[in-house]
T-cell receptor
Framework: QKEVEQNSGPLSVPEGAIASLNCTYS??????FFWYRQYSGKSPELIMS????GDKEDGRFTAQLNKASQYVSLLIRDSQPSDSATYLCAVKAGGTSYGKLTFGQGTILTVHP | ETGVTQTPRHLVMGMTNKKSLKCEQH?????MYWYKQSAKKPLELMFV???????ENNSVPSRFSPECPNSSHLFLHLHTLQPEDSALYLCASSQERGPGLQYFGPGTRLTVT
C-alpha cells in the first residue's frame, strides 16, 4: 500500500483555469505536508507547506488540508503555461525525530494556451 | 553560495570507474539526504544523515557508498555501477527537528555507459 498517493495524470487545463491537484496519505499521525514543483530535468522546488487543517494561500497557490479525511490538495488559480510541471506531494510522518519525508509519485500538470 | 549545491552537475562514467558526487548545504541544517530519481519514476530515498550519523539506508547496493564528514557536506562515492544506475541524483537538507522542510540541490545527472 502506497503511503502517499497522487493521481499521476497528466492533468490538462486551459490557461487561466483553476488546476486542482490531490494527494492522500495513509499515516493518520502525519504532521507536516508539502507541495513541490519539479520542472523536467530539474530538482524539486518547495512551493507550499501546510501544518493545520484548513486553507493556506500564497499568491495563486492555495493548499488545503483535511486531516480527518487524510488528504491534502493544491489549487493553482489563473493557471499559466509556466505552471506546467510535475507536482509532488510530500508528508512528514508523525513520531519521526528528523525531517524525513515520504513523497508521492507526482502529478503531471499541463497548462495549454 | 546559497542553498544546496551539488557537483558535478553532469557525469558520464564507465562501469569500471570510480567517481564521487558532492553536496554542500549553506542553510545551517543538520540532516542531509540522498535521493535517486530515474526517468518517469518517483523519488527514491537512498540515505539519511543526521548530525553526521547515518540513520537510514534504504537497501541501497554497496556500489553506492555515502560519506558525511560534517553537517554541511555529503558525498556519494560510486564504483562499478550498472547502466540502470543512470539517473538524477538529488541531495537535500533539512533541520533535524522541526516541520521537515527539505530543500533540494540542483542534482547530478549521471549516465553510466
Amino acid at each position: 500500500q502506497k503511503e502517499v498517493e497522487q493521481n499521476s495524470g497528466p492533468l490538462s487545463v486551459p490557461e487561466g483555469a483553476i488546476a486542482s491537484l490531490n494527494c492522500t496519505y495513509s499515516d493518520r499521525g502525519s504532521q507536516s505536508f508539502f507541495w513541490y514543483r519539479q520542472y523536467s530535468g530539474k530538482s524539486p522546488e518547495l512551493i507550499m507547506s501546510i501544518y493545520s487543517n484548513g486553507d493556506k494561500e500564497d499568491g495563486r497557490f492555495t493548499a488545503q488540508l483535511n486531516k480527518a479525511s487524510q488528504y491534502v490538495s493544491l489549487l493553482i488559480r489563473d493557471s499559466q503555461p509556466s505552471d506546467s510541471a510535475t507536482y509532488l506531494c510530500a508528508v512528514k510522518a508523525g513520531g519521526t525525530s528528523y525531517g524525513k519525508l515520504t513523497f508521492g509519485q507526482g502529478t503531471i500538470l499541463t497548462v495549454h494556451p | 553560495e546559497t542553498g544546496v549545491t551539488q557537483t558535478p552537475r553532469h557525469l558520464v562514467m564507465g562501469m569500471t570507474n570510480k567517481k564521487s558526487l558532492k553536496c554542500e548545504q549553506h542553510l545551517g541544517h543538520n540532516a542531509m539526504y540522498w535521493y535517486k530519481q530515474s526517468a518517469k519514476k518517483p523519488l527514491e530515498l537512498m540515505f539519511v544523515y543526521n548530525f553526521k550519523e547515518q540513520t537510514e539506508n534504504n537497501s541501497v547496493p554497496s556500489r553506492f557508498s555515502p560519506e558525511c564528514p560534517n553537517s554541511s557536506h555529503l558525498f556519494l562515492h560510486l564504483h562499478t555501477l550498472q547502466p540502470e544506475d543512470s539517473a538524477l541524483y538529488l541531495c537535500a537538507s533539512s533541520q533535524e527537528r522541526g516541520p521537515g522542510l527539505q530543500y533540494f540541490g540542483p542534482g547530478t545527472r549521471l549516465t553510466v555507459t
